[in-house]
């Protein structure tokens, strides 16, 4: 980066910045329907299994493919369109849902939309890894609290405008036609999202040099050696994953213990939704300035100590009112998580292998995507929703505790 910047190149960070933001009002759009999949799985008769199922499909296809697209990504100039594009397709699942709906017997509802959300896992990999490099090449190495509070910050707005909007609405239309519109209608904002996003100016990257491999033996051997030079990368993506599987793990129990448990009704879940996106707005800007003054070890760990809370304590409620409450105290910790968990991640990944090795910290997420929403619908079934949830809570737990002993390693900037 210049020390100092042409006006062009002014101009063209600043239009990048507000494309960021606007992007970021139509994925919102699309992604307000995105808690009641499982919710309208569930009220089609859906078992434990298949809720668990949607929630771990991402992680199975990611596990395959997301060293091959970080690799293919990393031989881009441009990688924009190939964000743009796996943005567009993956919403626009929302809306073949909702047709689909419309279209075919109701005992082949759940079935065929695990299908097209099976399909929908494809572009969701791709998007996965250039959401991160995009991000990070638009805020560079110091901007990335401040770029992505506002994004999320303008996400949760639009999401809670949205959410209150539905669930005021959804109730008055008959089931499952009302679950049809919304899912087309919300579908709408992955066009905006297109539009914008597609818009983005980076330079182009010259595609850095990555050893040749014959087989997988040897590719996996060329990653080891990568690996061993990024030891802050090694420390830090380990103890994300045991957080993320704990995260994962109690993802598909929460609309069923909602739903199953305490009878909550649309609205009930919307107003839970709405709140936590509510809470986070504010919880975006907090976090971003008590990073600035106490530094990020402190935003690390009184967010992983203030998300465990989360399912210990709903696990022990039957009462809405209170979930509510509980909801919003989880939203102001998971603001501060999800800005510090990329922020230290982008921190440790090489600046010229960038969609490589965010490639190899999303397949350890996606294992954890895979094994942990699986093994939560079969705690649920052995020891109860609440027992299930109590689980999350200790891997949470112990995640944090993983945080709080302090690394000795230094961030690599760079492989050799």
Same mark, same amino acid.
């Given at each position: 980066? %210049?020390?100092?910047?042409?006006?062009?190149?002014?101009?063209?960070?600043?239009r990048n910045?507000?494309?960021?933001?606007?992007d970021?009002? $139509?994925?919102?759009?699309?992604?307000?329907?995105?808690?009641?999949?499982?919710? +309208?799985?569930?009220?089609?008769? *859906?078992?434990?299994?298949?809720?668990?199922?949607l929630?771990?499909?991402?992680?199975?296809?990611?596990?395959?493919?997301?060293?091959?697209?970080?690799?293919?990504?990393?031989?881009?100039?441009?990688?924009?369109?190939?964000? #743009?594009?796996?943005r567009?397709?993956?919403?626009?699942?929302?809306?073949?849902?909702?047709?689909?709906?419309?279209?075919?017997?109701?005992?082949?509802?759940?079935? %065929? /939309? &695990? +299908?097209?959300?099976?399909l929908?896992?494809?572009?969701?990999?791709?998007?996965?890894?250039?959401? @991160?490099?995009?991000?990070?090449?638009?805020?560079?190495p110091? $901007?990335?609290?401040?770029?992505? %509070?506002?994004?999320?910050?303008?996400?949760?707005?639009?999401?809670?405008?949205?959410?209150?909007?539905? /669930?005021?609405?959804?109730?008055?239309?008959a +089931?499952?036609?009302?679950?049809?519109?919304m899912?087309?209608?919300?579908?709408?904002?992955?066009l &905006?999202?297109?539009y914008?996003?597609?818009?983005?100016?980076l330079? =182009?990257?010259?595609?850095a040099?990555? @050893?040749?491999?014959r087989?997988?033996?040897?590719?996996?051997?060329?990653?080891?050696?990568?690996?061993?030079?990024?030891?802050a990368?090694?420390?830090?993506?380990?103890?994300?994953?045991?957080?993320? @599987?704990a995260? %994962?793990?109690? *993802?598909?129990l929460?609309p069923?213990?909602?739903?199953?448990?305490?009878?909550?009704?649309?609205?009930?879940?919307?107003t839970i939704?709405?709140?936590?996106s &509510?809470?986070?707005?504010?919880?975006?800007?907090?976090?971003?300035?008590? @990073?600035?003054?106490?530094?990020?070890?402190m935003?690390m760990?009184? /967010?992983?100590f203030?998300?465990?809370l989360y399912?210990?304590?709903?696990?022990?409620t039957?009462?809405?009112?209170?979930?509510?409450?509980?909801?919003?105290?989880?939203?102001?910790?998971?603001?501060g998580? =999800?800005?510090?968990?990329?922020?230290?991640?982008?921190k440790?990944?090489?600046?010229?292998?960038?969609a490589?090795?965010?490639?190899?910290?999303?397949s350890?997420?996606y294992? #954890?995507?895979?094994?942990?929403?699986?093994?939560?619908?079969?705690? *649920?079934?052995?020891i $109860?929703?609440?027992?299930g949830?109590?689980?999350?809570?200790?891997?949470?737990?112990?995640?944090?505790?993983?945080?709080?002993? *302090? =690394?000795?390693?230094?961030?690599?900037?760079?492989?050799?």
């Amino acid at each position: 980066m %210049s020390a100092d910047p042409s006006p062009a190149s002014l101009e063209v960070r600043k239009r990048n910045f507000r494309y960021v933001q606007i992007d970021a009002i $139509g994925v919102s759009i699309a992604n307000i329907a995105a808690p009641f999949l499982p919710v +309208f799985l569930t009220r089609m008769g *859906a078992s434990n299994f298949q809720v668990g199922l949607l929630s771990s499909m991402p992680g199975a296809t990611g596990l395959i493919l997301a060293l091959v697209v970080g690799r293919f990504l990393q031989t881009r100039r441009r990688i924009v369109p190939w964000y #743009s594009l796996a943005r567009l397709l993956v919403i626009s699942c929302f809306a073949i849902t909702g047709i689909q709906i419309l279209l075919i017997p109701d005992r082949s509802i759940v079935t %065929s /939309t &695990l +299908f097209i959300w099976g399909l929908a896992t494809l572009p969701q990999t791709a998007l996965a890894v250039a959401f @991160s490099v995009v991000m990070n090449a638009v805020a560079g190495p110091e $901007g990335r609290f401040a770029l992505l %509070s506002r994004r999320w910050a303008i996400f949760g707005l639009t999401t809670v405008v949205g959410t209150f909007c539905i /669930t005021r609405v959804i109730d008055l239309i008959a +089931f499952p036609l009302n679950y049809a519109i919304m899912f087309i209608g919300l579908s709408l904002g992955g066009l &905006l999202s297109f539009y914008f996003s597609n818009r983005i100016q980076l330079p =182009d990257q010259p595609p850095a040099p990555l @050893s040749e491999s014959r087989s997988i033996g040897e590719t996996l051997r060329n990653y080891g050696r990568m690996l061993r030079r990024a030891p802050a990368f090694r420390s830090f993506v380990s103890k994300r994953f045991v957080y993320l @599987s704990a995260i %994962s793990l109690g *993802a598909p129990l929460f609309p069923l213990y909602f739903v199953r448990e305490i009878g909550a009704t649309d609205e009930n879940i919307g107003t839970i939704n709405m709140i936590i996106s &509510l809470v986070m707005l504010f919880g975006y800007f907090l976090w971003t300035r008590i @990073s600035r003054h106490s530094g990020s070890r402190m935003v690390m760990l009184a /967010t992983t100590f203030g998300v465990m809370l989360y399912p210990a304590l709903v696990a022990f409620t039957h009462q809405v009112s209170w979930i509510i409450l509980f909801a919003g105290m989880s939203g102001l910790f998971q603001a501060g998580l =999800d800005l510090v968990f990329f922020d230290e991640l982008m921190k440790t990944v090489p600046a010229e292998y960038s969609a490589t090795f965010v490639s190899l910290a999303q397949s350890l997420q996606y294992l #954890s995507a895979v094994l942990a929403p699986l093994i939560g619908t079969w705690l *649920a079934d052995s020891i $109860g929703l609440s027992g299930g949830l109590l689980v999350s809570a200790g891997l949470r737990l112990l995640g944090f505790l993983l945080f709080l002993r *302090a =690394d000795k390693v230094k961030v690599v900037q760079g492989v050799e």
